[in-house]
C-alpha cells in the first residue's frame, strides 16, 4: 500500500507492503495494550484513547521517526497505522505541536 504524508509544506509517499503488515500484528497489538492504558495527545492525557487518538499519536512518533532518520520506527507506526485504518491514504501530520489535529484521508 502506497501511504501519501503531508508534513507541513512537504509530500511524500510511504510504501508499506501487505506481507509486512502480516508480520507485524503482534508488535501492533503491544502498541495496542500500552495505549490502553492512556496516552500523552500533546499538552492533553487521554485515559482512554480512542481508535483514532491512537492513531494520532502513532502519526506523532512516524513524524519524530522521518526527522530522526529511524525508518524501522517509521515504519513500526506507519503500518499501525494503515492496518487500524483500512482505507487511508493520506496522513496530514500536524507539525505544530498538535498531534489532535492531525488528520487522516
Known sequence: MLLNLI???YSMDMEIQDDYL???TDSFDKM???MRQGVQLGQQWVGDPTQL???QVAADKLLSAI???NETLA????GYIVSHLSDI???KINTEGEPAETEFH
Open 7 to 9: 508534513i507541513g509544506e
Open 22 to 24: 502480516e508480520t507485524m
Open 32 to 34: 495496542d495494550r500500552e
Open 53 to 55: 487518538q491512537r492513531c
Open 67 to 69: 526527522e530522526n532518520n
Open 75 to 78: 515504519m513500526l507506526t506507519g
Open 89 to 91: 491514504k493520506q496522513i
